[in-house]
T-cell receptor, first 111, second 115 residues
């Protein structure tokens, strides 16, 4: 079936550390891929997206590249800040807004 | 992007009661959805709210427990009926389709605690 698997958390980093959160997917078609972020007490916000192979989504210093050959969409940031502490969800959309979410990865950044 | 407003943002409810959550989108959207997020968990789709017809429910969710209305292209409600502590969750409204981008936009969620 169609699904998303992402790195289990929690992840704890020091400020200015490099971040990678792994995400792989299984899909029967050609999905669009997304990263959403959920700050404490809030709903989900779209962080970035990629709609086809080799596309790179980027926003607020975060990046992820759609890798069809490895069915991956890993989230990276070169230097995290305390304000990046949140839960990050990888997701895929197979069309007709059939959105599938990963389990979420909680990131805590310490000063 | 679409701005989605939900209310109430949180509530504490008694067992056996029902609560209706409202969702308002600032633009007309084709698709609206209701998700549940149990504590520390990911999102689970409850149903697709269809304008002018009955909602489409996912496996494990039924209309009697989660009746949904969608009277127009910008508004929907979700009722959580006959609540039990197991219904304590965040309920999220989302919208997509017609936005030409594939992503969903989310409200800030309604955090329900059932005592």
């Amino acid at each position: 079936g169609n699904s998303v698997t992402q790195m289990e958390g929690p992840v704890t980093l020091s400020e200015e550390a490099f971040l990678t959160i792994n995400c792989t997917y299984t899909a029967t078609g050609y999905p669009s891929l997304f990263w959403y972020v959920q700050y404490p007490g809030e709903g989900l916000q779209l962080l970035l997206k990629a709609t086809k192979a080799d596309d790179k989504g980027s926003n607020k210093g975060f990046e992820a590249t759609y890798r069809k050959e490895t069915t991956s969409f890993h989230l990276e940031k070169g230097s995290v800040q305390v304000s990046d502490s949140a839960v990050y969800f990888c997701a895929l959309n197979l069309g007709n807004n059939d959105m599938r979410f990963g389990a979420g990865t909680r990131l805590t950044v310490k000063p | 992007s679409a701005v989605i407003s939900q209310k109430p943002s949180r509530d504490i409810c008694q067992r056996g009661t029902s609560l209706t959550i409202q969702c308002q989108v600032d633009s007309q959207v084709t698709m609206m959805f209701w998700y549940r997020q149990q504590p520390g968990q990911s999102l689970t789709l409850i149903a697709t709210a269809n304008q002018g017809s009955e909602a489409t429910y996912e496996s494990g969710f039924v209309i009697d427990k989660f009746p949904i209305s969608r009277p127009n292209l910008t508004f929907s409600t979700l009722t959580v009926s006959n609540m039990s502590p197991e219904d304590s969750s965040i309920y999220l409204c989302s919208a997509g389709g017609g936005l030409n981008t594939g992503e969903l936009f989310f409200g800030e969620g309604s955090r329900l605690t059932v005592l």
